[in-house]
Structures are given as C-alpha cells and as structure tokens.
Nanobody
Framework: QIQLVESGGESVQTGDSLRLSCAASGDTICLFVMGWYRQTPGKEREFVATIKWSGDSTNYTDSVKGRFTISRDNAKNTVSLQMNSLKPEDTAVYYC????????????????WGQGTQVTVSS
C-alpha cells in the first residue's frame, strides 16, 4: 500500500504561480509513475501530468503545456507540480496519483490516489 498526501493548494489570482507537492509513503520501492489529475464539480477527473519514477519521461495535457512543470525527488518520494501563469480554468481539486509494480517488474498493477488539494484561480 502507498499513501499519498498533497499540499500546496490555495486561492490565487490569474497569472500567479503555485507549487503543489505530494509525498508518498508506505510500500514505495516499486513506484512506476507519479502524477496529477484534477476535477471540477460535475466533471470527470482529468489527467494533468505524469512523470516516470526512473528516467526523464513526462507527459502533460495540452492545456497546461508550457505553463506547468512536473518534477520528482526520488530520495524523498515526492512529486511536485509547478504551475505558472494560472488561469481561472485551472481551478479544480488536484489529486496526486501513483502507479506501482508488483515485485518491481512488468507493467504497473496498482493505482493510488491522494485526498486532493483545492486550487482556486480568480480573475
């Protein structure tokens, strides 16, 4: 089991920057991917960004490319999301996400979610 705890969400103005962090604890030795999703009321949770736990592979949804940067600290088991040039449409609950492998081999078999942190961007 892996536990994920997010931090950093708050209310900001359009154009501001914000940094979200997520700390993973528990059985983290076989982490495969960590990332962020977001959700607004009445809508499905949507992908924001992910980063592989080894190597440099990152992925972003088109709407945040060039504004958001995902990074990780393997030693601390943390993943961060630097969000710049925030827009009102970035307002959402942001969820930390992780995948892990069984026995640290093969495709990831387990998924984990944090409790979410609210980001509100006012115009």
């Amino acid at each position: 089991q892996i536990q994920l705890v997010e931090s950093g969400g708050e209310s900001v103005q359009t154009g501001d920057s914000l940094r979200l962090s997520c700390a993973a604890s528990g059985d983290t030795i076989c982490l495969f991917v960590m990332g962020w999703y977001r959700q607004t009321p009445g809508k499905e949770r949507e992908f924001v960004a992910t980063i592989k736990w080894s190597g440099d592979s990152t992925n972003y949804t088109d709407s945040v490319k060039g504004r958001f940067t995902i990074s990780r600290d393997n030693a601390k088991n943390t993943v961060s999301l630097q969000m710049n040039s925030l827009k009102p449409e970035d307002t959402a609950v942001y969820y930390c996400y992780a995948q892990s492998q069984a026995m640290c081999i093969g495709p990831p078999q387990y998924e984990y979610w944090g409790q979410g942190t609210q980001v509100t961007v006012s115009s």
